[in-house]
């Protein structure tokens, strides 16, 4: 199948754009560095925080579904998508979601961050 | 965060962590999903608004929901809901009028094998369940269902027919049987469907016992009429007569109209008929958990309507059609009824919570 296993980085707060920067493309910066230390223990650097967090399982599974539009009714024999719903719209338009990736494990960022202090 | 390298990524060494490009044009959602139920979606696929599965996991049907919390999806498993079959396909009943192999005006209301499988939540095994439990036919590459009172006719025929030409309700010719009732203008098919809906195929002509006059025609097939189906047919005419009968009345009157060697027996009436005492006499009543709702929370609701208490033995044949996922018919009762027993020997009796 094509579902690669996708990486989750979970984070607890919100990330935020300083306003000197926010009119750059989301991309055009990374979000921050991650590194890995020991075997599940990874540290995320973003600014001048650095966060602390662990690789775990997931309890059950997670599947990344993307929702696509398709204008004709799906033969479900040979279609590779996984999901579909059916609007009663005037055009027999149906609207899929289609699994993209699953995650099994995510690098859980609950603690404080921690201030670094340059050198 | 569709990159492997957060994955693979080694100790001792750290990468740059960026928005992917198509970040926020994306209309993304996730989905918990069970370990079994991923691999069926990832071997088969699947389809509906609510996710099918297209085979049975572990013996149970799975049609499953989607509830939406914040962009967090979770699979929750529902029993299968034939409902909406029955009620599309009760669009256009074949009946007395549509008996003809003439192509029929427009094709509204009429559903392919296809058509329901993409207009119901049903995986194609329960569309098979749902079809046959409905007794439902395909005429003309719809599936059909036929009118209740249509069918009682060609029943009736069939019964009527075996009895002038002295036919045995266990070894009826197919090809007699049809000829018999296409005199009388009613199409194969649907003699067919009759036969099969209130009996079953008997393996070989001469199994059957049937005294002819010379050789078996062995690609003659031969039906055997279910003997409880044949019973019912008798009780839903005397039921559909008179609102309520005195039940020795009722058993005279059925036990006359069998025809012979057929034993009728006031059990096979179970889920059909409600008895209850009026003084020294017993008087019985049509009450059908046909046509009580299938929602567990509905039918006891409706059930307590009827009859403020009910004993096991009465309440059993209403509710044992129940389906919840998960639920035993003790959790049902337990979530809707109150039960009491007032001494050990007395039976327990329910009541509404």
């Given at each position: 199948s094509e579902c690669r296993e996708w990486a989750l980085l979970e984070l607890q707060g919100v990330l935020e754009i300083?306003?000197?920067?926010q009119?750059?493309p989301l991309n055009?910066?990374s979000i921050g560095?991650l590194?890995?230390?020991?075997?599940?223990?990874y540290?995320f650097?973003i600014?001048?925080?650095?966060l602390?967090g662990k690789k775990v399982s997931l309890k059950k599974p997670m599947l990344v579904l993307q929702k696509v539009l398709r204008?004709?009714?799906i033969?479900?024999?040979?279609?590779p998508v996984v999901l579909s719903t059916q609007y009663?719209t005037?055009?027999?338009k149906t609207s899929e979601l289609k699994a993209i990736g699953i995650i099994r494990h995510k690098i859980l960022f609950k603690t404080?961050p921690?201030?670094?202090?340059?050198? | 965060m569709g990159n492997a390298?957060i994955l693979?990524?080694?100790?001792?060494?750290?990468?740059?962590v960026y928005y992917g490009e198509t970040f926020g044009s994306e209309d993304l959602k996730l989905l918990e999903v069970d370990e079994p139920i991923l691999q069926e979606i990832l071997?088969?696929g699947a389809s509906g608004e609510e996710l099918d599965t297209?085979?049975?996991?572990?013996?149970?049907?799975t049609a499953s929901a989607m509830a939406a919390a914040t962009g967090h999806l979770e699979l929750v498993e529902v029993?299968?809901?034939?409902?909406?079959?029955?009620?599309?396909?009760?669009?256009?009943?074949?009946?007395?009028?549509?008996?003809?192999?003439?192509?029929?005006?427009?094709?509204?209301?009429?559903?392919?094998?296809?058509?329901?499988?993409?207009?119901?939540q049903?995986?194609?095994?329960?569309?098979?369940?749902?079809?046959?439990?409905?007794?439902?036919?395909?005429?003309?590459?719809?599936?059909?269902?036929?009118?209740?009172?249509?069918?009682?006719?060609?029943?009736?025929?069939?019964?009527?027919?075996?009895?002038?030409?002295?036919?045995?309700?266990?070894?009826?010719?197919?090809?007699?049987?049809?000829?018999?009732?296409?005199?009388?203008?009613?199409?194969?098919?649907?003699?067919?469907?009759?036969?099969?809906?209130?009996?079953?195929?008997?393996?070989?002509?001469?199994?059957?016992?049937?005294?002819?006059?010379?050789?078996?025609?062995?690609?003659?097939?031969?039906?055997?009429?279910?003997?409880?189906?044949?019973?019912?047919?008798?009780?839903?005419?005397?039921?559909?007569?008179?609102?309520?009968?005195?039940?020795?009345?009722?058993?005279?009157?059925?036990?006359?109209?069998?025809?012979?060697?057929?034993?009728?027996?006031?059990?096979?009436?179970?889920?059909?008929?409600?008895?209850?005492?009026?003084?020294?006499?017993?008087?019985?009543?049509?009450?059908?958990?046909?046509?009580?709702?299938?929602?567990?929370?509905?039918?006891?609701?409706?059930?307590?309507?009827?009859?403020?208490?009910?004993?096991?033995?009465?309440?059993?044949?209403?509710?044992?059609?129940?389906?919840?996922?998960?639920?035993?018919?003790?959790?049902?009762?337990?979530?809707?009824?109150?039960?009491?027993?007032?001494?050990?020997?007395?039976?327990?009796?329910?009541?509404?919570?």
């Amino acid at each position: 199948s094509e579902c690669r296993e996708w990486a989750l980085l979970e984070l607890q707060g919100v990330l935020e754009i300083q306003p000197s920067a926010q009119h750059l493309p989301l991309n055009a910066f990374s979000i921050g560095s991650l590194s890995r230390s020991q075997q599940e223990k990874y540290y995320f650097t973003i600014g001048y925080h650095e966060l602390e967090g662990k690789k775990v399982s997931l309890k059950k599974p997670m599947l990344v579904l993307q929702k696509v539009l398709r204008a004709d009714p799906i033969d479900v024999e040979s279609s590779p998508v996984v999901l579909s719903t059916q609007y009663p719209t005037q055009v027999q338009k149906t609207s899929e979601l289609k699994a993209i990736g699953i995650i099994r494990h995510k690098i859980l960022f609950k603690t404080r961050p921690k201030a670094l202090i340059s050198k | 965060m569709g990159n492997a390298s957060i994955l693979e990524l080694n100790v001792d060494s750290s990468l740059e962590v960026y928005y992917g490009e198509t970040f926020g044009s994306e209309d993304l959602k996730l989905l918990e999903v069970d370990e079994p139920i991923l691999q069926e979606i990832l071997d088969r696929g699947a389809s509906g608004e609510e996710l099918d599965t297209k085979s049975e996991t572990g013996g149970k049907r799975t049609a499953s929901a989607m509830a939406a919390a914040t962009g967090h999806l979770e699979l929750v498993e529902v029993a299968p809901n034939f409902e909406k079959l029955k009620s599309l396909l009760s669009e256009r009943l074949y009946g007395e009028d549509t008996d003809s192999m003439d192509v029929e005006e427009s094709t509204s209301g009429l559903y392919t094998w296809d058509d329901l499988l993409e207009k119901l939540q049903l995986s194609e095994k329960e569309l098979q369940e749902g079809l046959k439990s409905l007794a439902a036919v395909q005429v003309g590459g719809f599936w059909r269902l036929v009118d209740k009172k249509y069918m009682h006719c060609v029943f009736e025929l069939i019964l009527l027919n075996a009895m002038q030409h002295d036919w045995s309700l266990q070894g009826l010719k197919e090809k007699e049987v049809v000829s018999a009732l296409m005199a009388d203008g009613y199409s194969a098919q649907i003699v067919i469907h009759c036969l099969a809906t209130y009996g079953q195929r008997v393996s070989l002509a001469f199994e059957a016992g049937i005294a002819s006059n010379g050789s078996y025609d062995l690609d003659s097939h031969v039906w055997e009429l279910n003997e409880r189906h044949v019973c019912l047919h008798y009780a839903n005419q005397l039921l559909s007569s008179a609102s309520r009968w005195r039940v020795d009345d009722f058993v005279d009157a059925w036990q006359q109209n069998l025809p012979s060697g057929v034993q009728a027996s006031l059990d096979m009436l179970k889920g059909k008929i409600l008895i209850e005492k009026l003084g020294s006499d017993s008087w019985l009543y049509p009450f059908s958990v046909a046509n009580l709702p299938s929602n567990p929370a509905e039918r006891f609701a409706a059930l307590f309507r009827e009859r403020p208490r009910w004993e096991w033995e009465d309440l059993e044949p209403y509710i044992s059609d129940l389906r919840a996922p998960g639920k035993s018919v003790d959790a049902l009762l337990l979530k809707y009824t109150r039960r009491t027993q007032p001494t050990a020997e007395t039976p327990p009796i329910f009541t509404a919570r």
